[in-house]
């Protein structure tokens, strides 16, 4: 009789637990809220006494909805990767473990007061009027202004080689190499910074390896990592170049501007 009811129980949590991750994928609900080691554990739990095919069949289905919500976990990881979302949770994670000095400071940066007390005084008028005495007629300001209207353009291959940043020469040669550069600089993880990587001297080298480590990851061979808690952009070198029929593409942007470069420069001493 015990046998019977442990069986019959079994079959209603397994039958649950489909439902449970089926409802999760066809409704597109968010599927981290489905807990992957609960269920798991429900399943070891049941395996070692199933002996019906019928039961067996159950387990089987359970197992494969699970690996479809971890399938769906991956590529909501990766789909706010490529759009640089940031999760609140990973936000409030973030500032509960930074000392209360950096907090200061990362107030005191983004404080803007709105309250401000000006007086007029007889020589902050005496000053105005000079200013406005000095100014010529607005038509001959005008006239002097040489407003240029430019817009965003994407940079090809072709516009790196006429700017010399990038020579018109064995391209795969130079990717190669920089891909054995970068088996040589990684840690014992297999891993470096990206900016430690690509980083050089001078901003016009920066920016010429940074264009061809990404190359280097289109062409496989390299991954990118990306760490949203810390922050942090991580290289790996594959030990041989992986197709991209084998992985699914998503877009990173990254910025490389001077500004960014400077700080790199300044952090690392130069």
Partial sequence: MAKASNRRAAREDL??????????????????LVNVD??????????????DPDDLSLDAEALNRIASVIKLQSEWVKRRASSLYRDPFLIEEKLRSLPLERLSEAFLKAWHP???????????????????????PLDERWKREGLLETR????????????????DEAFISEIESLWRELKESVGADGKIEYWDFIGADSYRETVRRAYLTSFLITYGYASLEYNPLEERILLRPNDKPISRMEVQPYSFPISISYERWREWKERRGG
């Fill in 15 to 32: 039958k649950r637990i489909i439902e449970f991750c089926r409802s999760v994928e066809e409704k597109g609900l968010n599927p981290f």
């Fill in 152 to 167: 965003m353009e994407t940079t090809t291959r072709e516009d790196l080689i006429r700017q010399g940043l990038l020579r």
């Fill in 114 to 136: 709105i309250v401000e007390l000006e007086q007029i005084t007889t020589g902050s008028l005496e000053r105005a009027l000079k200013y406005w005495g000095d100014l010529a």
């Fill in 38 to 51: 609960d269920l798991i554990a429900v399943i070891r739990r049941y395996f070692p006494n199933l002996r």
